[in-house]
Nanobody, 118 residues
Framework: QVQLVESGGGLVQPGGSLRLSCAAS????????MAWYHQAPGKQRELVAI???????NYADSVAGRFTISRDNAENTVYLQMNSLKPEDTAVYYCNAKAPNPFMREYWGQGTQVTVSS
């Protein structure tokens, strides 16, 4: 059974930092590109950051320079370090494991709430 379990969300003041973790099980983690998405109330889910199997990263313009995605294949875990948080970063953050090929499926975590407020 595949599981992606996010942790690390919470309430933080503007300008603060949080580190999200996503622990994967049931998949060959190193074969999957991994991504973080967020979804604010009333809005569509949006890609925040992605890291390929080779470690190449890409970010949404809104978080570039503030967020860092990384992965530890030995621990089957992907991270999202979020610095200089803004109220507009408030959302549920989801971990995503991208299908390695068209014959396989992608997987989603259950989400973790991040609230940026004073």
């Amino acid at each position: 059974q595949v599981q992606l379990v996010e942790s690390g969300g919470g309430l933080v003041q503007p300008g603060g930092s949080l580190r999200l973790s996503c622990a994967a099980s049931g998949i060959t983690f190193s074969s999957y590109a991994m991504a973080w998405y967020h979804q604010a109330p009333g809005k569509q889910r949006e890609l925040v950051a992605i890291i390929t199997t080779g470690g190449t990263t890409n970010y949404a313009d809104s978080v570039a320079g503030r967020f860092t995605i990384s992965r530890d294949n030995a621990e089957n875990t992907v991270y999202l370090q979020m610095n200089s948080l803004k109220p507009e970063d408030t959302a549920v953050y989801y971990c995503n494991a991208k299908a390695p090929n068209p014959f396989m499926r992608e997987y989603w975590g259950q989400g973790t709430q991040v609230t940026v407020s004073s």
